[in-house]
């Protein structure tokens, strides 16, 4: 993601180039102060916030603070009055070497919101190093034959103050040979030469020994001296002259030691050892110089290896001396070229290692980059990784902010690592990597979500009170206090469902229980609503429905509706003898309360008086006949029917029949011992009901039979034109309800009619008759009873 502005969208790029011209024109106006070296640490400097227009007390709230290149800090900022303060004791020659004027450059920076000023701190010199020779000692050979006003060159005092504070003037001991001119340089430096005042006279004197002092201007000035010995030689009459007075080269910083910078050469017109030129380092301090010269060919080579970054330029002097003792001096001027040898640096002003999510624009980091080679190779581009969603933005100078480009979103990723990649464009390429780690924030912004929208959960009834039922289950993408999901009961929709009284949920983990018993057949089922809400700030919720299912249980026995088992008298039921196997005695009615397979009901005849003479339906509960009755069966007879149901496991009832065999119906009906004194012990109120409901009875079944017969009458004239014919015969006029319960018995028989010409023996109709027993053909009828009884399934 480079900041080049050819990678920018145009529209962004128009939207950095205002941003960048108003911090520029908000910051260009550097602010400068000067203070004079060595100055204590803790002196007062300036009030910046006075100087920037600030109010006492913003620089705090803003966040104001002092960036220095290479992260040295030199000034202290008291950011509640505004006052800028040293830090320590500051050294100009330390600082800044040879550079005048000495500018230490730094920025102060706002952080809410970004803002930056430049400011200049100038270190003025005082005079605190003396001059200082680099030999103790000059040796000078001086022909004899030198003529007056001959000047010599001497070797100059160095001192590390600049301006007036350095070596200013040059003066010799008293003596009647020499005198001391001070000469300046291109470069502003001042150096000395000895000019020969009256010839020598090696006989005379063959040596002399004087004093050279430097001065500097400073107040009160300081001085060094060094000796100077000088030996008269004998006469040799022409010096070394070198062919440039002036060489040029330029030495790449990458060369390595002992690398040859440049050959000099300097021709002697004397004969003999006068002809003779040695070449050394004029200045020849091998502690500073990272040159040697060789004193036969004057080659000079790299003594270690050089640094544009530290110094750019060389002035390299070279003297000639030939076998007489005279000298020739040329100026070597060696331009250190630079190469890419330095990689890009980094200095992190700000750094905000948590982002809340959904929140775009937000200023991540502030940093600043710097390169000391020079041109294209101290020339730097900025990046991040592509992938993602933040933004380097320039803001000043080589300050950069890391914001983000859109809302970020920790459910999809909760953490981003950076790397910010500053790559000069020198050749080769360096580069310099900085990984930093952003940690995104939660906000609640994720309801809770149930794993299903409707959960239908079963329980059987009769359960025992606090039974875990079931569970529900929520989960939050959030995280922390945001993703604690907390559930709840939500109001039934009916107001008369007991909800609370019926459940209730385990508010941390979702789990249900039944708080009573269930019953069945008193609820089959319910529904509620469950809420997930979360424990953040506004707190989400979400909701889902939860129906529980009461499974039946066979909790319930049969129960007997007919006859009825309420404590009364027995019912009887009256059977002709003349009936037929197959015979409807009567009907055992019973329910169930369970449901399903425990409801299915089965019937059985448990005892019987007289067995094979009576039989249940399996499955409907009639008692039929299950022969033809005979005379020498008992009048009276006694079943216990058997309901049961098919649960597991199974549970039943049973009932007692009272079964009376009559000739027809008009024998008397005899009750049973039991009923007779049940019948005693009536009250008379009892007796009149009997006495009405008998006479009802006797008046309903004459009518009836009146029916019956005007019925009969009419189905006889239609004989003829159809093919169905029944039995004929009389009804007996003595039909009479003779049981003492008021119940009327009868017996049916079914004439069948088929349809003519049907081959599938379809039913036509069912018409019930009045029976009538004629004594011909008895055998031919049990004959068809037996074949009728079979056809049922009799227990």
């Known amino acids: 993601m480079e900041t080049a502005l050819a990678k920018t969208p145009q529209k962004r790029q128009v939207l950095f180039l205002t941003i960048l011209m108003l911090l520029w024109e908000a910051g260009c106006d550097s602010i400068r102060y000067s203070i004079p070296e060595e100055t204590e640490s803790g002196s007062f400097v300036a009030n910046l916030a006075k100087d920037l227009g600030l109010r006492v007390g913003e620089l705090a709230t803003r966040g104001a603070r002092i960036h220095y290149k290479g992260n040295k800090q030199l000034l202290e900022l008291d950011v509640e009055t505004g006052n800028l303060l040293l830090y320590e004791k500051l050294d100009r020659e330390v600082l800044c070497g040879v550079t005048d004027p000495c500018i230490l450059y730094f920025q102060l920076l706002l952080e809410n919101p970004v803002q930056f000023f430049q400011a200049d701190l100038q270190l003025t010199d005082i005079n605190d190093h003396s001059p200082e020779f680099l030999d103790k000692e000059m040796l000078l050979k001086i022909p004899e034959s030198v003529q007056p006003g001959t000047v010599f060159p001497l070797k100059i005092a160095q001192d590390f103050d600049i301006g007036s504070n350095t070596v200013q003037n040059y003066t010799i001991s008293p003596n009647s040979h020499f005198h001391v001119v001070t000469h300046n340089r291109g470069d502003g430096r001042k150096y000395p030469e000895l000019m020969l005042d009256k010839s020598l006279d090696r006989e005379e004197q063959s040596e002399l020994s004087l004093t050279l002092t430097a001065l500097d201007g400073g107040d009160p000035p300081r001085s060094g001296t060094t000796a100077v010995r000088i030996e008269v030689v004998d006469i040799n009459d022409n010096a070394p002259a070198f062919l440039q007075s002036l060489y040029e080269v330029q030495v790449p910083e990458n060369s390595p030691p002992n690398s040859l910078v440049v050959v000099v050469s300097a021709q002697d017109l004397d004969a003999g050892t006068y002809g003779n030129v040695r070449y050394t380092l004029f200045q020849g301090n091998q502690v500073i110089q990272p040159f040697v010269v060789d004193e036969i060919t004057g080659e000079i080579h790299l003594k270690k290896a050089l640094d544009f970054e530290a110094t750019r330029y060389y002035n390299v002097e070279i003297a000639g001396t030939d076998g007489g003792g005279l000298s020739g001096k040329c100026t070597v001027a060696i331009e250190v070229v630079d190469v890419n040898d330095n990689a890009p640096e980094l200095t992190m002003?700000?750094?905000?290692?948590?982002?809340?999510?959904?929140?775009?624009?937000?200023?991540?980091?502030?940093?600043?980059?710097?390169?000391?080679?020079?041109?294209?190779?101290?020339?730097?581009?900025?990046?991040?990784?592509?992938?993602?969603?933040?933004?380097?933005?320039?803001?000043?100078?080589?300050?950069?902010?890391?914001?983000?480009?859109?809302p970020l979103d920790r459910e999809s990723q909760a953490e981003y690592n950076i790397t910010i990649t500053v790559t000069d464009l020198g050749t080769p390429r360096l580069k310099t990597q900085h990984n930093i780690t952003v940690t995104v924030s939660d906000v609640n912004d994720n309801a809770p979500a149930f794993s299903q929208t409707t959960y239908t959960l079963r329980v059987r009834e009769n359960n025992s009170p606090a039974l875990h039922i079931g569970s529900v289950s929520a989960t939050d993408r959030d995280s922390g206090a945001n993703a604690q999901v907390t559930?709840?009961?939500?109001?039934?929709?009916?107001?008369?469902?007991?909800?609370?009284?019926?459940?209730?949920?385990?508010?941390?983990?979702?789990?249900?229980?039944?708080?009573?018993?269930?019953?069945?057949?008193?609820?089959?089922?319910?529904?509620?609503?469950?809420?997930?809400?979360?424990?953040?700030?506004p707190a989400l919720s979400s909701q889902a429905r939860v129906r529980v299912l009461v499974l039946d249980d066979n909790d319930n026995a049969p129960f007997v509706l007919y006859p009825p088992q309420n404590g009364s008298a027995p019912c009887t039921e009256l059977v002709p003898r003349a009936a037929e196997a197959g015979y409807l005695v009567t009907k055992v009615v019973a329910v169930d309360g369970d449901s399903g397979q425990n409801a299915w009901l089965?019937?059985?005849?448990?005892?019987?008086?007289?067995?094979?003479?009576?039989?249940?339906?399996?499955?409907?509960?009639?008692?039929?006949?299950?022969?033809?009755?005979?005379?020498?069966?008992?009048?009276?007879?006694?079943?216990?029917?058997?309901?049961?149901?098919?649960?597991?496991?199974?549970?039943?009832?049973?009932?007692?029949?009272?079964?009376?065999?009559?000739?027809?119906?008009?024998?008397?009906?005899?009750?049973?011992?039991?009923?007779?004194?049940?019948?005693?012990?009536?009250?008379?109120?009892?007796?009149?009901?009997?006495?009405?409901?008998?006479?009802?009875?006797?008046?309903?079944l004459f009518s009836v039979l009146v029916f019956v017969a005007v019925r009969l009458c009419r189905r006889s004239r239609a004989a003829s034109a159809g093919r169905c014919s029944g039995p004929e015969g009389h009804f007996p006029g003595h039909l009479v309800d003779v049981s003492g319960a008021g119940t009327l018995s009868q017996s049916y028989q079914y004439e069948v009619c088929l349809q003519g010409g049907s081959e599938t023996s379809e039913f036509k109709f069912l018409k019930p008759i009045i029976p009538n027993f004629p004594p011909q053909g008895i055998g031919k009828e049990m004959e068809e009873n037996a074949t009728f009884r079979n056809s049922f399934g009799f227990n």
């Not at 002003?349 to 982002?355: F, I």
């Not at 937000?362 to 980059?369: G, L």
């Not at 033809?628 to 009832?653: F, I, Q, T, Y």
């Open 487 to 537: 559930y709840s009961l939500l109001p039934p929709a009916d107001p008369q469902l007991p909800l609370a009284s019926l459940v209730s949920i385990n508010a941390d983990n979702g789990q249900l229980f039944a708080l009573r018993s269930l019953d069945y057949e008193a609820l089959q089922a319910f529904e509620f609503g469950v809420r997930a809400a979360d424990r953040g700030s």
């Open 349 to 406: 002003s700000t750094l905000t290692s948590t982002t809340p999510e959904n929140s775009p624009e937000t200023v991540v980091a502030v940093f600043s980059v710097s390169d000391p080679d020079s041109g294209d190779n101290g020339r730097m581009v900025c990046s991040i990784q592509n992938d993602l969603p933040f933004l380097l933005k320039p803001t000043f100078k080589n300050f950069y902010t890391l914001v983000t480009e859109k």
């Open 602 to 700: 089965s019937y059985q005849l448990l005892k019987a008086t007289e067995p094979g003479l009576f039989g249940v339906w399996a499955h409907n509960g009639e008692v039929r006949t299950a022969r033809l009755l005979s005379e020498r069966d008992a009048v009276k007879h006694r079943l216990v029917v058997l309901v049961k149901d098919n649960g597991e496991p199974p549970r039943s009832a049973s009932v007692t029949l009272h079964v009376l065999l009559v000739d027809g119906f008009s024998q008397p009906y005899l009750p049973l011992p039991e009923v007779a004194a049940a019948e005693a012990r009536a009250d008379p109120l009892t007796v009149y009901l009997v006495v009405a409901l008998a006479s009802v009875s006797s008046l309903f």
